[in-house]
């Protein structure tokens, strides 16, 4: 069965610097997102990608966020410049043309 | 409006319990309701969904009773079992659109002792 996968599983980086998660969505799948869950807390909306462009994006996700589909088959999440605020676990989902969102393992960030 | 309330937080059964865990929304403009069940270390995965236009889905030992008037719907799970010890969350969101950005619920965490 098709999935979403991501990497890296673990990442651990100072305050002030760039990271870059990766995703790899289900193949054929139009619509791309990006959640977080910050340790003991509900799941939250970052970001949606679909066209080739951001569709809709939350209040967190602001100018230190960006995102990427570099390749037609991976999907990015950048943030430029983390902050103490940005640990969680980053999800990426993504979607075909039916209504579910299928979820990857997530990547949990832990910023020093 | 765009919140998404969900009880408890959490929830302790015995096996062949029925576990019901409630949500209630605020935007009418919602018309998709997912399940989705979380283990330890992992993404959530769909469990089950429901549509407006319908007050009950059943898949297997999973129920979802949907009530439009009350803007409210809820989870039941039948003859549980330690297997399904996790936490659940309850979404919400608007189809069709070209984000269809999920909106989730705080999370229950269930616990089915043997």
């Known amino acids: 069965e098709p999935e979403v996968t991501q990497t890296p599983s673990h990442q651990v980086t100072q305050m002030g610097q760039e990271v870059i998660l990766r995703c790899v969505p289900i193949s054929n799948h139009l619509y791309f997102y990006w959640y977080r869950q910050i340790l003991g807390q509900k799941v939250e909306f970052l970001v949606s990608f679909y066209n080739n462009e951001i569709s809709e994006k939350s209040e967190i996700f602001d100018d230190q966020f960006s995102v990427e589909r570099p390749d037609g088959s991976n999907f990015t999440l950048k943030i430029r410049s983390t902050k103490l605020e940005d640990s969680a676990m980053y999800f990426c989902a993504s979607k075909g043309g039916q209504e579910t969102q299928y979820f990857g393992p997530g990547t949990r960030l832990l910023v020093l | 409006q765009q919140q998404v309330k969900q009880s408890p937080q959490s929830l302790i059964v015995q096996k062949g319990g029925i576990p019901i865990i409630n949500c209630a929304y605020e935007?009418?403009?919602?018309?998709?309701f997912p399940w989705y069940q979380q283990f330890p270390g992992k993404g959530p995965a769909l469990l089950i969904a429901?549509?407006?236009?319908?007050s009950e889905k059943k898949e297997g030992r999973f129920t979802i009773s949907f009530n439009k008037s009350a803007k409210q719907f809820s989870l039941h799970i039948m003859d549980s079992q330690p297997g399904d010890s996790a936490t659940y969350f309850c979404a919400a969101s608007k189809l069709p659109s070209n984000t269809g950005k999920l909106i989730f619920g705080q999370g229950t965490t269930l616990q089915v002792k043997p």
């Open positions: 935007n009418t403009a919602f018309d998709y």
């Open positions: 429901i549509r407006p236009d319908v």
